[in-house]
């Protein structure tokens, strides 16, 4: 008969003595099981103590947090957090300096525990660190660990960083600002001032008075990446923190040639691969400075203002400029209008009307002058090689400019917020100092070239940008790392490419709806749905690493989860490091019984996902979430690393359950295996050699006959 659910069987240790094995009950008060054990090892004073994970990150055991010890548990019995958090306050206040690294060593490892936390913050504990760093009288690992302490402390958010003294921040820049300095303090210390910034609004001005984005220049040229990547994220919080004044002014620094080469040759091109977090933070720098152009996007243009029709008039000048303007005012109104026109305007008449929706704005006129005065030649044979063909092939310079500008705008996000988790960067993006107006620039001439390969007419501008779309998007998910490499990823997605791409990503849809091969498609569905099963199950198998989201990406910590080889047991486990291959099992201390497993929730319907915020940084976590529901009311929480783990472990726990897989993943994986089932199994009949035989006799014809010619 299996035991009660409300019983666990744990191992407590305690040190010098043997360890004694219970069965706790969870309906008993926590303080009764404590003084149970401290009677088994007569130990008076069971208030002063409490119990502790023995293994992992070792956090104390409290009332709220007991339900997640599972049978097999190894626990330790140690003094309560109250006393531990009052012992470390003195002895790091001791005169011995050994006394004292040990206590701060010591106080850097419990300060991750928020029940330790909550003690010993408020002892004022928080404040006694400050005035240790302000004084400026530690060094090297004793400074280390105290500044470990009070960024773990102050990532509980049991306090607000508005109290923070200036004196303390001054400390923490000038270990930022000095050209020798132990590295973990360094590191530490850009952590702290990236926290500080995103936390609070006064302290964004305190910071930035102390720390430029010069100053930070010489931690992106060194070897360390972790450096590096502080670095960027402090760079980037300054950035997102900015008010509207100072943010261009940033922008200016940022887009300085000598830090975006930094930026390339240091951190992208460097020798190291880049980690998920650097890549990250790249993404979100390049998603703020993208994010710039949001101004002009949605600016309207006045019709009324001389200024801005005077850009217009520029365009027109250079496009047409051996042309003398005529001394008459109708002449040359007319001859504006006729220019206009084989400009590509959709208004000929005041083409400053075309400027009015939002997006793409203005943002669409100055990639235009962008072209016109950068690239002229290119410019000017655009535009005339257009305005000489016939009208139903000419291609609209100006309307086809305002729209690709809105699709550029769409493709890139510009506006929109960093998703928490996206690690979607472009190297080349980071090769130019005027990147997104040379981005525009091939891509103008690409849709141009595109317009061409269609013999496209004003009645299929929509079909032509949807192509143009198509070849962006796919030349962007090759990660080119240059402007010159997009324009060759480009060129090889002609539409003949685009064309074949899409009848090969068909086949499955479009290429067989005749009734025999309908029916031969249910036939082989079921068998290709338990190879795909199979596939799925013996991935889980093998196993997944899963990061832990915290307040400090930076710090990443994992959890390891795989299926046993019977399909009865779900393992999982901490882990120090994100591994390299397969976990063992015996390294995986828990574990659930699929006999145990309730439902497989996804999304805002998880549990962890329901206490974050809807905003945009979370959509792409929310996107990736799926939790384990099992009895006792107990749930096991992931957010996959990416989309496809996402569906692997989604639909592989749907199929353990004896359920339906519904991921994308599974549909395409189904469409695919199937036509190339069909396929082989259509040529197997094409390639039957049948013996000679008389005519045959005529007779009606069958709904099933059918030919299929494959090339």
């Known amino acids: 008969m299996p035991p009660p659910a409300d019983i666990v069987k744990v191992a407590i240790e305690w040190p010098g003595a043997n360890a004694q094995l219970i069965e706790m009950d969870q309906k008993r008060p926590l303080s009764s099981i404590i003084r149970e054990v401290c009677d088994g090892w007569s130990l008076s004073g069971s208030e002063q103590f409490a119990l502790r994970y023995a293994d992992g990150p070792q956090l104390y055991i409290t009332e709220q947090s007991r339900g997640e010890i599972k049978n097999g548990t190894i626990l330790r019995l140690a003094i309560s957090p109250a006393r531990a958090a009052r012992q470390l306050l003195e002895r790091i206040q001791s005169h011995g300096i050994d006394a004292r690294l040990e206590a701060l060593k010591e106080l850097a490892k419990l300060s991750a525990d928020p029940t330790f936390a909550t003690e010993f913050i408020n002892m004022e504990g928080i404040g006694t660190l400050a005035r240790l760093v302000e004084s400026g009288t530690h060094f090297g690992e004793m400074l280390a660990f105290t500044l470990t302490a009070f960024l773990e402390l102050m990532d509980h958010g049991i306090v607000s960083w508005d ?334 490419e685009i064309l074949r791409l899409r009848q090969s990503e068909r086949m499955s849809q479009d290429d067989f709806q005749s009734p025999p091969i309908i029916e031969l498609r249910e036939r082989i569905q079921p068998e290709i749905l338990e190879l795909i099963k199979q596939q799925r199950l013996n991935r889980l198998c093998e196993g997944s690493c899963f990061r832990k989201l915290g307040n400090r990406r930076r710090q990443e910590k994992f959890w390891f989860c795989r299926l046993s080889l019977n399909h009865k047991v779900l393992h999982y486990g901490d882990l120090d490091e994100s591994p390299q291959g397969e976990v063992p099992f015996e390294l995986l201390s828990d574990k659930i019984p699929v006999s145990d497993i309730k439902s497989v929730v996804t999304g805002k319907d998880c549990p962890h996902m329901k206490e974050k915020s809807a905003l945009k940084q979370n959509k792409e976590v929310l996107e990736l979430a799926f939790s384990v529901l099992y009895d006792p009311d107990e749930t096991l929480n992931f957010v996959a690393p990416n989309k496809y783990e996402y569906c692997i472990w989604t639909d592989g726990l749907c199929a353990l359950l004896g359920r339906e897989m519904g991921s994308d993943l599974t549909r395409s994986d189904l469409d695919t295996l199937i036509s190339m089932e069909m396929k082989l199994r259509l040529l197997d009949l094409e390639n039957i050699t049948i013996p000679e035989a008389p005519p045959p006799v005529p007779k009606e014809p069958s709904s099933y006959n059918f030919t299929y010619n494959y090339s």
């Open 163 to 496: 109290l923070i003294s200036l004196s303390f921040i001054k400390q923490i820049a000038g270990y930022v600002n000095q050209p020798m300095v132990d590295v973990s303090i360094l590191q530490r210390s850009l952590a702290i001032l990236e926290s500080m910034v995103l936390n609070s609004h006064s302290l964004y001005h305190r910071v930035a008075q102390e720390i430029t984005v010069g100053q930070l220049i010489g931690h992106l040229q060194v070897s360390n990446q972790e450096i590096q990547t502080y670095a960027i994220a402090l760079i980037n919080a300054l950035f997102l923190k900015a008010p509207e004044d100072r943010r261009q002014e940033m922008a200016s620094s940022l887009a300085q040639k000598h830090l975006r080469s930094i930026i390339l040759n240091h951190v992208i091109r460097g020798n190291r691969p880049i980690k998920a977090e650097m890549a990250h933070q790249l993404y979100v720098l390049q998603v703020l400075t993208f994010n710039l152009l949001e101004e002009r996007m949605m600016t309207k243009m006045d019709p009324n203002d001389q200024a801005q029709r005077d850009i217009i008039f520029e365009l027109r000048r250079i496009a047409f400029d051996g042309e003398n303007d005529p001394t008459g005012t109708e002449k040359r109104k007319a001859m504006y209008t006729k220019d206009y026109k084989m400009l590509g305007f959709t208004n000929h008449v005041n083409p400053a009307m075309d400027f009015t929706q939002t997006p793409p704005g203005m943002l669409a006129l100055d990639n235009m002058l962008y072209l016109a005065k950068v690239h002229q030649d290119t410019y000017i044979r655009i535009v005339l090689e257009n305005s000489s063909r016939e009208d139903k092939h000419e291609c609209p310079f100006g309307r086809c400019a305002i729209e690709l500008t809105r699709m550029l705008c769409e493709i890139l996000q510009v506006g929109e917020l960093p998703n928490e988790g996206c690690n979607d960067y472009h190297p080349m993006f980071f090769t130019h100092d005027r990147a997104w107006e040379e981005f525009f620039c091939v891509c103008i001439q690409l849709l141009n070239k595109t317009w061409k390969e269609m013999r496209a007419t004003a009645e299929d501008f929509n079909k032509v940008m949807q192509v143009v779309r198509e070849q962006i998007t796919r030349a962007l998910a090759m990660k080119p790392s240059s402007l010159d490499q997009l324009k060759n990823k480009l060129r090889s997605l002609n539409y003949s």
